[in-house]
């Protein structure tokens, strides 16, 4: 396999192996944990990713309805106060204690689902979510630790010297990049207040032989490739010089064409 190929391949791996399925629920399945339900845990924790930008459906711990009393989701936003959803079955009655962010709601109405929903993701939303559903069985609780992720731009142009620059900007988490051909690269990450990085990899190479780079980010929310061609910039000092020469030439070769076809015309003239 050539650098390429195995550029590409390590890249899909790495890609897979960060690769967040959407599903109906994030974390958890319904149906399948409603039929295990008698084998619950007091607690059940599930780490989960959304895109920003996206929706995101967040689950609660599925007991039957006939046993349930109180259904609580308490989140806790990353450097923000900590707000309370609650619901009373046996009133009917919701209520919100310290919650402004009109975008995380119930996921349609919380007698018929104590799903959590987040309308639109944004960065602000990442942190932890836990839903506590209290019912005549006990004490449940499911804990979601909800990373937002950030789709990078990703910016390709030539340097100086025999190099070329590949940027992954303000992606979340951050961004790998890989090059192809294989060859000399320099990477450094530049950490956002706001939780996200830009990677910045600078690829160097040495032959004039090389016409080509092929920059590949490989990222949770999509992979991306750019390609740049160098032929116009990787030229000898030898080449240069007959290139000039050439055009001067060519220029001269005009120029005695011209003279020589007066001549002619003028000598036709006379006579």
């Not at 790998?176 to 990677?199: C, D, L, M, R």
């Not at 190479?205 to 490989?218: D, K, P, Q, Y």
Request: glycine share 6%.
């Amino acid at each position: 396999m050539n650098a390429l190929g195995r550029t590409w391949a390590l890249g899909m791996l790495i890609s897979f192996n960060n690769f967040v399925s959407e599903s109906r629920c994030s974390g958890m399945d319904w149906n399948q944990m409603t039929q295990k339900s008698s084998l619950l845990e007091p607690e059940v924790s599930a780490p989960v990713s959304a895109q920003m930008g996206t929706k995101a459906l967040l689950c609660c711990t599925p007991i039957s309805w006939t046993k349930v009393v109180l259904i609580t989701w308490k989140i806790a936003l990353r450097g923000q106060p900590p707000c309370t959803i609650s619901y009373k079955v046996e009133t009917n009655e919701t209520s919100k204690i310290n919650c402004t962010d009109r975008r995380i709601t119930w996921a349609s109405t919380p007698d018929q689902s104590p799903d959590l929903q987040i309308n639109t993701v944004a960065l602000g939303h990442d942190g932890y979510y836990s839903c506590e559903v209290v019912s005549s069985e006990g004490h449940f609780q499911m804990r979601h630790d909800l990373q937002v992720l950030v789709r990078p731009e990703v910016t390709l142009f030539p340097g100086d010297n025999r190099t070329a620059v590949c940027e992954a900007i303000a992606g979340k988490p951050a961004a790998q990049i890989f090059w192809a051909p294989a060859g000399y690269h320099v990477t450094k990450n530049e950490s956002h207040s706001n939780g996200s990085v830009t990677v910045r990899s600078a690829y160097h190479w040495e032959h004039n032989t090389v016409s080509a780079v092929v920059c590949f980010v490989s990222h949770p929310t999509g992979n991306q490739t750019l390609t740049i061609e160098l032929n116009q910039g990787v030229t000898s000092p030898l080449h240069s010089l007959l290139t000039i020469l050439y055009v001067k030439l060519s220029l001269l070769v005009i120029v005695l064409l011209i003279i020589g076809f007066a001549f002619f015309q003028k000598r036709n003239y006379v006579r």
